[in-house]
């Protein structure tokens, strides 16, 4: 079965450090990838998305994500973190076998010092 | 509306009573998904539905959950006398097929 790995279980970083979040998957064929944040009392809100082509993706607010396929990883990157950033940080993935079901990591806490 | 609406966003059952978890997707979203979402952890797969075709429900805990979306619109979960370790954060999300998924508030269900 497929499943996703986020090591990070609570990071804690001063604003303007730089953030990388691990986020391995463990599938052999294609699928799509995710990272979802949470803010506290808000929903799940897509942060960036990989579907094909440049595995080096960019999202909102500054963050981007590395997709590499021989690692079977996706891990999330930002260069100056901001107290605005703390959140629950959800790493996501699609199988294409699995009828399109979604499957996440358990989550990573970031909690921003100001 | 423009988002997905979850209804009741709180709900307190006393243990062994149903409850009944509402969710209205994205209007034209196929793909519906329930998730069941503990403290502190990541959003756990429940059930999925392509229209009104439940094609996955291999992450339903047990027979006592129950979702059905006749129409291929309105999603329903219902828990059968609830237990204490029914108490979660249910989330209903929905998309195109093998898209990103757009999620709703969730409902917490309490169980007392």
């Known amino acids: 079965a497929q499943s996703v790995s986020q090591h990070n279980h609570h990071v804690i970083l001063s604003e303007a450090a730089s953030l990388e979040l691990g986020c391995n998957y463990s599938?052999?064929?294609?699928?799509?990838l995710f990272w979802y944040v949470q803010y506290p009392g808000q929903h799940l809100q897509l942060l960036l998305k990989?579907?094909?082509?440049?595995?080096l993706v960019k999202g909102i607010k500054g963050f981007e994500a590395e997709f590499i396929k021989s690692k079977f990883s996706f891990n999330l990157r930002k260069p100056s973190v901001q107290w605005s950033d703390t959140a629950e940080y959800f790493c996501?993935?699609?199988?294409?076998?699995?009828?399109?079901?979604?499957?996440f990591g358990s989550g990573t806490r970031l909690s921003i010092r100001p | 509306g423009a988002g997905v609406s979850q209804s009741p966003r709180y709900k307190v059952a006393k243990r062994g009573q149903d409850v009944a978890l509402r969710c209205d997707p994205i209007?034209?979203?196929?793909?519906l998904f329930w998730y069941q979402q503990a403290l502190g952890q990541g959003p756990e797969f429940l059930t999925y539905?392509?229209?009104?075709?439940?094609?996955?429900k291999s992450g339903l805990p047990s027979d006592r959950f129950f979702a059905e979306r006749p129409e291929g619109s309105v999603s329903t979960l219902k828990i059968q006398r609830t237990q204490q370790e029914d108490s979660a954060v249910y989330l209903c999300?929905?998309?195109?097929?093998?898209?990103?998924?757009?999620f709703g508030q969730g409902t917490r269900l309490t169980v007392v």
């Open positions: 996501a993935v699609i199988a294409y076998s699995s009828a399109s079901k979604i499957i």
């Open positions: 539905f392509q229209n009104e075709a439940q094609l996955d």
């Open positions: 599938y052999g064929g294609t699928v799509n």
């Open positions: 990989y579907f094909s082509g440049d595995p």
């Open positions: 209007s034209g979203h196929v793909s």
């Open positions: 999300a929905s998309s195109f097929p093998a898209e990103e998924a757009f």
